[in-house]
Nanobody, 116 residues
Framework: QVQVSESGGDLVQAGGSLRISCAAS????????VDWYRQAPGNQRHWVAT????????RYLDSVKGRFTISADNTKNTVYLQMNNLNTEDTAVYYC?????????WGKGTLVIVSS
């Protein structure tokens, strides 16, 4: 059974940094890509960043370019989202979506709160 889980969410002050993780387990199939999405209170879920496997190409939402970095450690089946210079608008539940063997799997999310 494939499982995708996020971790690392926390309360952080504006201007600070945080790294969140997305780990996949329960499969030997290749991960084609991993997306990070976020959902702020009262808002819809929005795409934030993508990393493609195996070439490592990345894409970002314009508002996080230069502040967020998505990366992957394939030996650990884990994708990271390094978030720097956080602001209050980054407050959200962050979800990862992994495309594994042609099927999309979602995690349950990790909460990031940025205080002013």
């Amino acid at each position: 059974q494939v499982q995708v889980s996020e971790s690392g969410g926390d309360l952080v002050q504006a201007g600070g940094s945080l790294r969140i993780s997305c780990a996949a387990s329960g499969t030997s199939a290749s991960t084609n890509l991993v997306d990070w999405y976020r959902q702020a209170p009262g808002n819809q879920r929005h795409w934030v960043a993508t990393i493609f496997n195996p070439d490592g190409r990345t894409r970002y939402l314009d508002s996080v370019k230069g502040r967020f970095t998505i990366s992957a450690d394939n030996t650990k089946n884990t994708v990271y989202l390094q978030m720097n210079n956080l602001n209050t608008e980054d407050t959200a539940v962050y979800y990862c979506r992994a495309l594994i063997g042609g099927t999309a799997y979602w995690g349950k999310g990790t909460l990031v709160i940025v205080s002013s």
